[in-house]
T-cell receptor, first 113, second 115 residues
Framework: QKEVEQNSGPLSVPEGAIASLNCTYS??????FFWYRQYSGKSPELIMS??SNGDKEDGRFTAQLNKASQYVSLLIRDSQPSDSATYLC?????????????WGLGTSLAVNP | DVKVTQSSRYLVKRTGEKVFLECVQD?????MFWYRQDPGLGLRLIYF???????EKGDIPEGYSVSREKKERFSLILESASTNQTSMYLC??????????????FGPGTRLLVL
């Protein structure tokens, strides 16, 4: 069974701090990794995607991928109260045309003013 | 602007009723998905479709069926609704056959209550 694991939280950080969210995955052949943000009562929306080992930065968000350790993380710099949400890690599970994503249960983040 | 729409935001049904949830995407995506999301259980895949009239079971297909007669539309059917099918239902679509970095887009969700 292919798995994606996240710490459920809640992770609580003060406004302006760095929030660090972590995700591990079991399928060594996984190639593509995604971070989605989900506000309460809303549907998930994509924050970052990453394919290569190393860091990928987009504004205040940085995704970090280490395929050898089967580990992907999301850093949020200068955290804002509007970042308070659940963050879902997703890993592409299948090769080929009918690609599915394998989802973690999510980490709840609370940014305190 | 990409869009996935779902037929209802909120739905209340009686036990035993047949329930249709419809999803439409305007991005010409090959892949479409139906999930349910429950507190503590995360997103669970019910069914997905990778082409018109093609479907595959996900992790929890029991009690559900699907239909994809046109590329843009993917319907989820609860043949005989039960109270344990009370949940948030999320439809999603994704381009197929590419690099693997294609975004999966979600609809707004349908919150279904079965009484």
């Amino acid at each position: 069974q292919k798995e994606v694991e996240q710490n459920s939280g809640p992770l609580s950080v003060p406004e302006g701090a760095i929030a660090s969210l972590n995700c591990t995955y079991s399928d060594r052949v996984s190639q593509s990794f995604f971070w989605y943000r989900q506000y309460s009562g809303k549907s998930p929306e994509l924050i970052m995607s990453i394919y290569s080992n190393g860091d990928k930065e987009d504004g205040r968000f940085t995704a970090q991928l280490n395929k050898a350790s089967q580990y992907v993380s999301l850093l949020i710099r200068d955290s804002q109260p509007s970042d308070s949400a659940t963050y879902l890690c997703a890993v592409e599970g299948n090769a080929g045309n009918n690609r599915k994503l394998i989802w973690g249960l999510g980490t709840s983040l609370a940014v305190n003013p | 602007d990409v869009k996935v729409t779902q037929s209802s935001r909120y739905l209340v049904k009686r036990t035993g009723e047949k329930v249709f949830l419809e999803c439409v995407q305007d991005m010409d995506h090959e892949n479409m998905f139906w999930y349910r999301q429950d507190p503590g259980l995360g997103l669970r895949l019910i069914y997905f479709s990778y082409d018109v009239k093609m479907k595959e079971k996900g992790d929890i297909p029991e009690g559900y069926s699907v239909s994809r007669e046109k590329k843009e539309r993917f319907s989820l059917i609860l043949e005989s609704a039960s109270t344990n099918q009370t949940s948030m239902y999320l439809c999603a679509s994704r381009q197929g056959g590419g690099s693997g970095l294609e975004t999966q887009y979600f609809g707004p969700g349908t919150r279904l209550l079965v009484l």
